[in-house]
């Protein structure tokens, strides 16, 4: 990945029913090769406050940002990157919305035969996945002892949060970089790939699900190459 001059700030933005200890492999990769990471603890309570939360980490930076956001945080990143620190975004499998759209929007209407996300229904405004659902939909690839904590240690996500909009996605004029996982049951890979292609990102394919692009899945057999560094 080369944003035109070199970055080494990487801002880690995780998604909906985790936190931010879910980056841990990432972070080892990317502190390995030298880079300076930050991660946001989203507090999953609206878009906006989620947003906030990433901008106070960006600002906490020393020089320029590459801003990386999975599932969930695809949106926020989309919503905080316009920060002047922005150099880049990476999506990883994540949300990609246009300007107006939220989470709720791109997955209101799921391609025929798409695999839908095991979402119990709202309680005290907050979701969560189906505990008994959890591996299969959320962690596929993972050990299920790991997927089973993962289960029941999972963190509330508001449906105010999935419900906010963008005001003016940051995709529209700062480089942006995709990573398509092909095997994910909570975004369908046809809806990455279209987001992808709608944000002009470039893009790169791996078999995995969507959780394990947060465990070190971040070298594809396609590239070879981890992001983002000249």
Known sequence: MNTGSRVDNVVLVHGGFVDGS????VYNLLKEDGYNVSIVQNPTLSLESDAQATRQIIDAQDGPVVLVGHSYGGAVITEAGNHDNVAALVYIAAFAPDNGESVNTLIADPPPGAPVPPILPPKDGFLFLDRNKFHASFAGDLPAEEAAFMADSQVP???????????????????????VATDDKMIPPPAQQFMSKRAGSTVVEVRAATRSTCRGQMRSPRSSKRPPKK
């Open 22 to 25: 879910g980056w841990q492999a």
């Open 157 to 179: 996500w508001s449906v105010d949060a999935l419900s906010g909009t963008i005001s003016e996605p940051a995709w529209k004029t700062k480089p942006s970089w995709y990573l």
